[in-house]
């Protein structure tokens, strides 16, 4: 009795770091089937990987998908679970797999946004991590809560 909110806080973080995982894992496929089809499409004599703008993107994408895992990571570790580490987690994991998926589409083409390519599935995934499990301007608010608090700004 009395510690509902507690009890509360504890489960939205844990479901924000399951969120964020997803996320990752998203984003991770959408990166391996957009590297996939640099390999594969062949232009100007050889694979569209070859040209350093192409090289650049799954460069930040590769880069973006490691720092949302190393987050997501210490989140979902972090004892006891944090309500504010999570919802950064969850925040950052979710737009770079939203980021990642457009960028997969984008290397793809207009393939990419073809029920074949696969990337616009992706892409439909990865905004409903934004959504589900508190969305991410609610997890903004989660994640200011503790330097409001600190202010003396919120009860």
């Given amino acids: 009795e009395g510690a509902g909110r507690q009890l509360l806080a504890t489960l939205s973080a844990s479901g924000r770091c ?43 994408m590769a880069t973006q998908i490691e720092a949302a895992r190393l987050l997501t990571h210490k989140a979902a570790t972090a004892s006891p679970l944090n309500a504010s580490l999570s919802s950064m987690a969850k925040v950052f994991a ?31 995934d990865a905004k409903m991590t934004q959504i589900f499990q508190g969305t991410n301007e609610l997890c903004r608010l989660a994640i200011m809560h503790p330097t409001l608090q600190e202010a003396g700004l919120t009860p």
């Fill in 18 to 60: 399951q969120a964020a995982a997803i996320a990752v894992g998203i984003a991770r496929g959408a990166f391996e089937l957009g590297r996939q089809h640099t390999l594969n499409r062949v232009q100007g004599g050889g694979p569209i990987m070859q040209h350093q703008m192409v090289q650049h993107m799954l460069a930040d």
């Fill in 94 to 124: 979710s737009d770079t797999a939203v980021k990642v998926a457009t960028d997969a589409v984008q290397l793809m083409g207009a393939f990419g946004t073809t029920l074949k390519s696969g990337a616009e599935k992706y892409f439909r």
